[in-house]
């Protein structure tokens, strides 16, 4: 799987570089836990603002947002992750990442604890993610990264979004659509 | 056209030569335009100079198919005939037709001339001074291409791509296409049988840049095709073919078989490169030459008889007079003022100012028609509007920030003021860039009308009110499928046959009226017809019989006409070409919901029927009413919106425990409370008083339950992407005054899912009674369509 993995990335993106998964990764804070993206993954990183409730959509998905004119969705990184929900603090922001989608690109904002710093790691850092056992999915994760001391979970956030999210966003809908009912089926 | 203006254009020209470079083409082409245009524009005032321009643009167009070896010294030729122009028109009152062709052979025989050919060629059009200027064209245009040379074309259909420009080609198609359109648009002015004249001569010009084009970048298809129907305009042109009925046809065929050769390419340009035309423009050509060859076969047609309709409008003299002096012409080509003045009928005096008038109205119509435009990129064109859109809302921020306020400085408010009236006349221009008639739209459907009366025997009269009305792009794009599939109907349901209609009492010819116009805020499209109408009786046996319906409820009429918009439903006995697949008003159906629209269906049995489409005036912007529920704020579009009222507590009534209605004025209404539906938090104890908006979607009618009304709100509307894309109660989301994005609710979908919320929650008996909203309705049973009308 990772094999495949990149050697799909070193065929698509040069810049993603030399087959493997070194270079430039934002960190940021999900509770104790620090994790990484890929910085070119990354639009840009926008302060907490005011996010507007979609009824009827999983939990994980807090919202939309007005970013200059364009409405993105917003997910809870945490509640994604199955992970207690805590109160929003001065140092939770939204990361807007560019998430390759089907057909094209879809921005989406992902709601993270604290933003840490931008660090290059160098392949011999990284090392696969282990293996918990059949009932986790560790697809998402690209690798652990260990610098100085601390451990990153790089994530491939292409995986995490359009996948697991977008699938159960429409497995959501799907359960509240209930029996189809066409658009002149109707009830007054 | 006075002496002046022809002396700057003619100076303006010599500048561009001198400017041009030869490898330029389309400078080239530019100048060979601007040659023609010179040509049509002193055809009555100075035959002479028409002449010597139309032969300046001979060679160019020599020069631009590469048939010449030595471009340089036929631009030079070009500048000598020029420069003798100049003198000729300075030298005033205009030198004879003789001196000026002297001056002519004067020009090219001191060129160094490599092309014989052409140089003999212009001597030898000149040398026959005494024909009509028409002719003399022809007759070049018979030396470019010699008929075995087209002959040779012809078997040689085949295009390779392979070695193209492929920018240059598509920009070749797109322009093409354009060319196509225009042909096409003045072919429905023909059959309207307005301005005849200009419009052949429009058509006349858009094949022959296509040709011209085409030659260029080696389509041989297109070339010949292009050449060939030119060459049939150009009789038109010269009046020995009337363009209508077989003629017009075989235009508009040649103007499709155009299309699909430019599809052809352009598939080509995607794939291998190679791409056959020959099968598709073979028949074709075929058919062109035979009325080339015999053009006698349309009758004559008086391209100069307009003079004579002036004449007439003036009262100077009468159509029989007119008449009569067209059949007692001396010369074939005797112009008919000549021969009214030689025959004593009118004076000289009111001749001149006939064709002054007619010069007029002329180019009147040809500065109304060159409007300069600029080609923009949809996607940037959109950008702009959704910057403007974010600048509207950046400045209202600004304007209502309480910092600001409190400051309550005059100067700044006078700013803001200032700034706002800028921002909001940004806005509307904004806005109007994305309006376009809807004309071009109509002229597809006038051009189907004519098309499937023909297919189907029915004699049918296209009356088109309001094409100049504008609507937003996006509603262009979508509105021509729709239109194309009720004018369809139309045609193939509606309107009887001949016999049938005499049968009944009506004109032989049944009469189809397709309106557009403005009406409180949206916009309206009308279909009616004459025909039969829509039968209920056979409406409600096949919605039976389809299962789509049970109980044996009173339908009303408006309900009844309603079914024919369900999917799989079609009346129609058999299937025909046409239509009567049972998709039609589906499709219909599905596109105007998309647009958020409304459709309505009338109909008097025997008489006809009406179809009424009103749609939203833009998709961009929604004209929406802000309502607060709980703690969020929704947007509910006010095109759905009946009506809205207080709500007390004793206007409810509880259905079986859950489902709530209201009785609105004796009707029933059910109750769908939004922070339930949602799960907004809220306290079920609250009971303060609450607002019902009343909402339909089609026939259906519910009561939205919201906290208060906060106002009506424009907003552009933001398509929140495919995350979403399941959730079909969103209609979108907007960007409200603070910034916030707000969600716009989509009230068809709302209403789907409080029905199938309920639905699940509730039993069977339950469920009953929900769907009981005004009165009975008929139930669906389980695995059926669920089909219920209020």
């Keep these: 799987m990772q094999e495949k993995k990149r050697y799909q990335k070193s065929g698509q993106n040069e810049v993603a570089s030399a087959a493997n998964r070194a270079g430039k990764y934002l960190t940021f804070r999900l509770a104790a836990e620090e994790y990484g993206l890929e910085i070119l993954k990354v639009r840009e990183i926008i302060g907490l603002m005011d996010i507007t409730k979609v009824p009827r959509t999983p939990n994980h998905i807090r919202g939309v947002i007005n970013l200059r004119g364009k409405v993105i969705p917003v997910l809870d990184l945490r509640t994604k992750f199955g992970m207690e929900p805590a109160p929003d603090t001065e140092e939770t922001c939204i990361i807007v990442v560019d998430v390759a989608a089907a057909d094209n690109s879809l921005l989406m904002g992902i709601l993270v604890d604290a933003v840490s710093e931008v660090l290059d790691i160098k392949e011999e850092e990284i090392e696969e993610s282990p293996e918990f056992g059949c009932d986790i999915d560790t697809s998402f994760i690209l690798g652990i990264g260990k610098v100085k001391n601390s451990v990153k979970i790089l994530l491939d956030i292409d995986r995490v979004l359009t996948s697991a999210d977008l699938e159960s966003a429409e497995h959501i809908a799907r359960e509240s659509d209930g029996e189809k009912i066409p658009s002149l089926g109707l009830i007054d | ?790």
Aim: overall charge negative; proline content about 3%.
């Design chain 2, 1 to 790: 056209m006075a002496v002046n203006s022809l002396e700057k254009k003619l100076d303006m020209l010599a500048a561009d030569l001198v400017l041009l470079s030869v490898e330029d083409l389309p400078a080239l082409a530019r100048l060979h335009e601007s040659f023609l245009q010179l040509a049509a524009d002193c055809r009555q005032a100075r035959p002479d100079v028409e002449r010597l321009c139309r032969e300046c643009s001979l060679i160019l167009e020599k020069i631009v198919l590469n048939e010449v070896s030595d471009r340089a010294s036929q631009i030079e030729k070009i500048g000598d005939t020029i420069s003798a122009l100049q003198k000729m028109v300075r030298n005033g009152r205009g030198g004879s037709e003789r001196e000026s062709s002297a001056r002519f052979n004067d020009a090219a025989a001191s060129s160094e001339c490599s092309s014989p050919e052409i140089l003999e060629n212009s001597k030898s059009a000149i040398s026959k001074g005494q024909q009509s200027e028409s002719e003399a064209s022809a007759q070049g245009d018979k030396v470019v291409y010699p008929p075995e040379e087209a002959a040779e074309a012809a078997e040689e259909l085949a295009i390779n791509l392979q070695n193209s420009d492929s920018a240059l080609l598509a920009d070749f198609i797109n322009e093409a296409r354009e060319h196509c359109a225009v042909a096409e648009q003045k072919l429905m002015d023909i059959e309207a049988g307005t301005d005849i004249e200009g419009a052949i001569h429009a058509i006349f010009r858009s094949f022959h840049t296509i040709k011209g084009a085409a030659g260029f970048l080696e389509l041989k298809p297109i070339l010949v095709l292009a050449h060939e129907s030119e060459t049939v305009l150009d009789l038109a042109r010269k009046g020995s073919l009337t363009v209508s009925g077989p003629i017009a046809d075989i235009i508009f065929d040649a103007v499709d078989t155009m299309r699909h050769l430019l599809e052809g390419v352009e598939t080509a340009l995607k794939s291998d490169g190679y791409f056959d035309g020959a099968s598709l423009t073979i028949p074709r050509l075929e058919r062109l030459r035979s009325i080339i060859a015999n053009p006698a076969q349309g009758n004559t047609m008086g391209t100069s008889s307009r003079v004579g309709d002036i004449l007439i409008e003036m009262g100077a003299v009468s159509q029989q007079e007119i008449d009569s002096a067209l059949s007692r012409k001396e010369k074939p080509d005797e112009k008919l003022g000549e021969t009214l003045v030689r025959q004593g009928l009118v004076p000289a005096k009111v001749v001149a100012h006939a064709l002054r008038e007619q010069q007029q109205t002329r180019s009147d119509k040809i500065a109304s028609a060159v409007k300069e435009m600029v080609k923009i990129d949809t996607d940037r064109l959109d950008r702009l509007v959704d910057t403007i859109g974010e600048l509207v809302i950046a400045e209202s921020m600004v304007g209502q920030d309480e910092e600001i306020l409190k400051m309550a400085s005059p100067k700044i408010a006078r700013n803001i003021s200032h700034l706002n009236k800028i921002t909001r006349e940004l806005q509307e221009m904004g806005m109007a860039m994305r309006l376009v008639p809807v004309k071009p739209t109509f002229q597809k459907l006038a051009r189907a009308v004519r098309e499937l009366t023909k297919k189907s025997g029915k004699e049918v009269e296209l009356a088109i009110f309001g094409e100049e009305t504008e609507v937003d792009r996006s509603i262009v794009e979508n509105i021509g499928d729709p239109l194309m599939h009720m004018i369809r109907n139309a045609v193939d349901h509606g309107i009887e046959s001949p016999e049938e209609r005499v049968k009944a009492g009506k004109n032989r010819s049944g009469k189809i009226t397709l309106r557009a116009y403005h009406k409180g805020g949206n916009i309206f499209f009308d279909i009616e017809d004459d025909g039969r109408g829509l039968n209920k009786e056979k409406i409600l046996e096949k919605a039976r019989e389809k299962g789509l319906l049970d109980g044996e409820r009173e339908l009303s009429d408006k309900e009844i006409f309603g079914l024919i918009l369900l999917p799989g439903f079609s009346t129609a006995a058999k299937v025909t070409d046409l239509s009567g697949r049972g998709v039609g008003m589906d499709v219909v159906r599905k596109n105007v919901d998309a647009m958020r629209g409304h459709l309505e269906i009338n109909s008097t049995p025997g008489k006809g029927a009406l179809i009424s489409m009103k749609l939203p005036l833009t998709l961009a912007i929604i004209d929406g009413m802000l309502v607060k529920v709980e703690e969020e704020c929704y947007i509910i579009p006010t095109l759905s919106i009946v009506e809205s009222l207080r709500l007390s507590k004793e206007m409810i009534k509880s259905v079986v425990g859950r489902g709530e209605i209201v009785d609105l004025r004796g009707d029933l209404l059910t109750l769908i409370r939004i922070n339930e539906l949602f799960g907004i938090p809220h306290d079920p104890q609250d009971n303060r008083p609450r607002t019902v908006v009343v909402v339909e979607d089609g026939f259906k009618r519910v009561g939205l339950v919201v906290d208060e009304l906060l106002g009506q709100r424009q907003t552009v509307i933001k398509n929140l992407g495919r995350t979403f894309g399941n959730q079909k109660w969103i209609a979108g989301g907007a960007i409200l005054s603070n910034g916030n994005v707000g969600l716009i609710i989509d009230v068809g979908g709302i209403i789907n899912l409080a029905s199938e919320v309920n639905w699940r929650h509730k039993g069977e008996t339950e469920r009953k009674s929900l769907a009981g909203g005004e009165g009975s309705s008929a139930l669906p049973s389980e695995n059926r369509t669920p089909v219920m009308l209020a």
